[in-house]
């Protein structure tokens, strides 16, 4: 498990270091064309013992995930469960996730202040209000099956 540390000053002038964790589940909506193309897309750039990816529909298979999200609007928002059972939401979520793809984890990380969320948060909901829409006018099929992941066989 790799994890970031972060060093704080307190205000005795001595650092101590904070350690975030940024592996963790993304869940997504298996019948949404988006969430389908996002995940294949991340499952094809981060290893799965970094990210794991579960449909919504499964979440309940997982003890751990189903009590961490249970009560929680699955069906509204993206949900990123992080090892350490923090869970983000929105576009909060989409980060964390992006933060694990080389390449662009310096974009997520750049986005991943207040001013970044104040301005990704109503872009987020704009498209997951109207996910289906775009979905269809970008022509992803709501059907699709998510590609083998790294390391894995179809």
Known sequence: ??????????????????TIDRHGVLLYDADCGICLATAGWLASRVVPSRLGLLALSEAATDPRIERLTRGRPLTTTIHFVCDDDTVLTGARAVLAAVRLVPRWRFVAIALDNPLG??????????????RRRIGRLLGLPVDCPLPPRKGETA
Do not use: W
């Open 1 to 18: 498990m790799l994890l970031v540390g972060i060093t704080l000053r307190r205000s005795s002038g001595r650092r101590r270091t904070a």
């Open 117 to 130: 969320h104040a301005f990704l948060e109503p872009l987020y909901r704009q498209i997951a209000t109207h």
